[in-house]
């Protein structure tokens, strides 16, 4: 079946320092989402990527999705301590006439200040 | 608009009683999915209904179930509760009748059992 991989599953960062994550799926999506949970929250959606090699920026936060629509990422510049929390991205798989988001594991951001 | 609401936020339960948690999906939202987070095993698909219809189920056990009503509230069951059961449980519904849209999340039922 289809399955999203995330790395790194954490990161430490210093204020001000940036962070990525990567998100990798066994197959070609025609979407990815990214959302962001903060700790004790629940998830929350971020934005949706649908086109190959499309970019697109939320303030500080850069999404991008690969050529191939196999693989996205998240680039978060001079992070700050509200940027805590555990971000996700999740893809559709085709099922029963609808689609399953799959979710990958995450990757939980930890700002020192 | 309210968003998703999902009652009871906490509960604690001992193994094997059973549950029953409750979702209100945004007005107008016709999908509801259900999700299991534990700290190990992440976000996990349990099942998705559809004007009353069970589109798709993930990989539990039959003991986890669920159903949605004419006004699109669903509940989802636990029976014969077992310790490896207590997590947070996610509601999410979606506009997008395909269910590739947004999914708003509501806060979650956390479930503990002893």
């Known amino acids: 079946g289809q399955q999203v991989m995330q790395i790194p599953q954490y990161q430490h960062v210093q204020e001000g320092e940036d962070f990525t994550t990567y998100c990798n799926s066994s197959?070609?999506?025609?979407?990815i989402q990214w959302y962001k949970q903060r700790p004790g929250g629940h998830p929350v959606f971020l934005i949706q990527?649908?086109?190959?090699?499309e970019v697109k920026k939320q303030k500080r936060l850069t999404f991008q999705f690969g050529e191939a629509k196999k693989n996205s990422s998240l680039h978060i510049t001079a992070t700050q301590t509200t940027d805590v929390g555990t971000y996700f991205c999740?893809?559709?798989?085709?099922?029963?006439?609808?689609?399953?988001?799959?979710f990958g594991r995450g990757t939980s951001l930890i700002v020192h200040p | 608009k309210a968003g998703v609401t999902q009652t009871p936020r906490y509960l604690i339960k001992t193994r094997g009683q059973q549950v029953t948690l409750s979702c209100s999906p945004i007005?107008?939202?016709?999908?509801v999915s259900w999700y299991q987070q534990t700290p190990g095993q992440g976000l996990q698909f349990l099942f998705e209904?559809?004007?009353?219809?069970?589109?798709n189920k993930g990989n539990f056990p039959g003991r986890f179930s669920g159903r949605q009503f004419s006004n699109s509230r669903s509940e989802m069951n636990v029976s014969t509760l077992e310790l490896g059961d207590s997590a947070l449980y996610l509601c999410?519904?979606?506009?997008?009748?395909?269910?590739?849209?947004?999914?708003?999340f509501g806060e979650g039922s956390r479930l503990t059992v002893l």
């Open positions: 999410a519904s979606s506009l997008n009748a395909e269910n590739t849209g947004e999914l708003f």
């Open positions: 197959t070609t999506l025609s979407n």
């Open positions: 990527l649908v086109k190959s090699g």
């Open positions: 999740a893809g559709p798989h085709a099922s029963g006439g609808s689609y399953i988001p799959t």
């Open positions: 007005s107008g939202h016709r999908s």
């Open positions: 209904y559809f004007s009353e219809t069970q589109r």
